[in-house]
């Protein structure tokens, strides 16, 4: 297996270290996901202009979103990363716990999101009638839709990069989940 080490700034392209330095600016870290990137020169800056797009989804259900793809995914970087954002944007651990179980009791609405999300990341896009029901009946709209596949398509490249360079966790470990299989 080929090791990953996580780039610090002085090994990345200057382009890159104003990337790392902004990330640093904002938010107070560079992610050990984000660096990863900057073994690219192009790759860094490509998907954070991507994954800041706008979207009709709230801050919560891009959230949402993440979780239960990155549950899917096996990516324990992303559910870590990603429970954390969620708690910051309103969410309990118990709910991102059933989130991430692939339903949600506490919200409908939140329910259609997630079970769609799910459907479309395990069956790739394929047999999803009854959650796209449901997700429309919940009041969402085929902008959404539109939305919430690029949201997939987001995280699913970040869940394969770190299920092959197993970067170090540089946020709060999520809790592992019992996941029953019928």
């Known amino acids: 297996m080929i090791d990953f080490e996580v780039p610090i700034r002085g090994d990345v392209s200057e382009k890159n270290q104003v990337i790392f330095d902004d990330l640093k600016n904002t938010i107070g870290m560079v992610p050990n996901l984000y660096a990863t990137m900057a073994y690219s020169d192009t790759a860094l800056a490509n998907y954070l202009q991507f994954q800041n797009g706008k979207t009709s989804f709230s801050t919560k259900e891009k959230e949402v979103i993440n979780l239960v793809v990155s549950q899917i995914n096996g990516c324990h970087y992303c559910q870590s990363a990603h429970t954390f954002l969620a708690k910051l944007n309103g969410l309990?651990?118990?709910?991102?716990?059933?989130?991430?179980?692939?339903?949600?009791?506490?919200?409908?609405?939140?329910?259609?999101?997630?079970?769609l999300a799910k459907a479309v990341t395990e069956s790739k896009g394929t047999s999803i009638e009854e959650e796209l029901e449901d997700f429309y009946d919940a009041g969402y709209t085929k902008a959404n839709l539109i939305d919430l596949i690029l949201l997939i398509a987001d995280k699913i490249v970040m869940n394969y990069l770190h299920n092959i360079t197993k970067v170090p966790i540089d946020f709060p470990i999520a809790t592992e989940l019992e996941i029953e299989t019928h």
């Open 92 to 115: 309990d651990e118990k709910q991102t716990h059933q989130i991430r179980l692939g339903f949600s009791n506490w919200d409908n609405k939140i329910d259609a999101l997630v079970k």
